[in-house]
């Protein structure tokens, strides 16, 4: 009888070890190794925000100095052209977000938000440029800023992103080389 009960004991206690391993297998052969693309998009993605930051970092400073309204309406079209480019890059990364990684296809979703905001604070500056009334030179003002500090954000966040892939890759290469198990 006590032979019995250690049995029925056991038997629930092995059913459910079984089970997180089995699961845990499943979990390693259903994790998506990184996409060679989507890092590469994110690269591009890296230094196309960079350089908008850059751009709108220095246009935001104009409104501290005397400069021409030919030179801010120069300075939107160049970050005009960096949104849109980073507009074009999002489309590839949500093209290639099938093929990503799961930390990749996080950073694909935290990308629309950024691009949102700063596509409309683009528009609203480049009404006021064009002389639309409708925003005073406070409101644009604060659009140079808030561009200002979307585009740094979203600067930070891709390059974090970037960085932390490499050093995923970095990792597994010495965990092979060293043959040690990863999780």
């Not at 038997?11 to 297998?25: D, I, K, N, Q, R």
């Not at 979203?154 to 390059?159: H, K, N, P, R, S």
């Amino acid at each position: 009888m006590n032979k019995r009960r250690s049995i029925a004991w056991m038997m629930p206690v092995t059913v459910l070890l079984t089970g997180f391993a089995v699961s845990s297998t499943i979990a390693k052969a259903a994790e998506a190794p990184d996409s060679e693309q989507v890092s590469t998009l994110l690269s591009d993605a890296k230094t196309t925000a960079f350089q908008l930051k850059e751009d709108i970092q220095t246009m935001e400073t104009f409104t501290r100095m005397n400069v021409s309204w030919q030179s801010h309406a120069m300075a939107i079209n160049q970050i005009k052209e960096h949104v849109n480019a980073l507009g074009r890059t999002e489309t590839k990364l949500k093209d290639a977000r099938n093929s990503a990684s799961p930390w990749q296809k996080t950073a694909i979703d935290r990308i629309s938000p950024f691009l949102d905001e700063l596509s409309g604070y683009t528009t609203a500056i480049i009404e006021h440029i064009n002389g639309d009334k409708k925003h005073t030179l406070a409101q644009y003002q604060d659009y140079l800023e808030a561009n200002a500090d979307y585009a740094s954000d979203l600067c930070a966040m891709i390059t974090d992103f970037v960085d932390y892939g490499k050093t995923r890759q970095r990792l597994d290469r010495l965990s092979q080389k060293l043959e040690i198990a990863t999780k």
